[in-house]
């Protein structure tokens, strides 16, 4: 029927109308292929590898960066810490949220899910010294929230280090 069409509209047999529209409608369907065929939003290994390799030393960076910044606090002001951790707390949550846009292969979603859910808490421990800095008060209750949530902070980071660390190895090993 379609031939029927086309070829009427030609003025030409069916066959040999078709022969002239095979090449159009391959390269028709190669664009519609190209463009609309596939999720753009599926990522490969390789763009997972490095993006993943990008937040573990992003993660690597802030914990050398948090340790920094708990040494230097006692010669901070309440400002200064604020500044300092609540800046802490928006680039360990930008790493959260990259580790999030992540489409892990089935054998990394446990290690990716592990190290988001370590930064997620470390982020929350990082807010509360932000805000105890920041807060009003008596500054014994601040002081001793901000220590609270700095040694939470501390009970906290080993799980951080340790899926960062088993994150890298399987990444280090699927490079190879």
């Known amino acids: 029927m379609l031939t029927a069409h086309l070829a009427s509209s030609t003025g030409?047999?069916?066959t040999r109308s078709w022969r002239r529209r095979v090449p159009l409608l391959l390269v028709v369907g190669s664009l519609l292929a190209?463009?609309?065929g596939g999720d753009d939003s599926e990522q490969s290994d390789a763009d997972f590898?490095?993006?993943?390799?990008?937040?573990?030393?992003?993660?690597s960076q802030l914990g050398e960066d948090v340790g920094a910044a708990v040494g230097a606090a006692k010669s901070q002001t309440d400002a200064q810490l604020e500044e300092t951790f609540g800046g802490l707390t928006t680039r360990v949550r930008g790493v959260v949220d990259d580790l999030k846009a992540l489409d892990p292969p089935d054998a990394s979603s446990e290690n990716v899910g592990d190290l988001t859910a370590a930064l997620t808490t470390a982020a929350d421990d990082l807010q509360a010294i932000t805000e105890a800095a920041?807060?009003?008060?008596?500054?014994?209750?601040?002081?001793?929230?901000a220590r609270a949530a700095t040694e939470k902070l501390a009970r906290d980071s080993p799980a951080i280090s340790e899926a960062n660390a088993a994150l890298k190895a399987q990444l280090s090993a699927g490079s190879k």
Request: hydrophobic content about 30%; charged content about 10%; glycine content about 18%.
């Open 34 to 36: 190209a463009g609309c």
């Open 49 to 59: 590898q490095q993006a993943a390799t990008t937040a573990t030393e992003a993660t």
């Open 12 to 14: 030409s047999s069916p």
């Open 134 to 145: 920041g807060g009003s008060g008596p500054g014994a209750e601040r002081a001793a929230a």
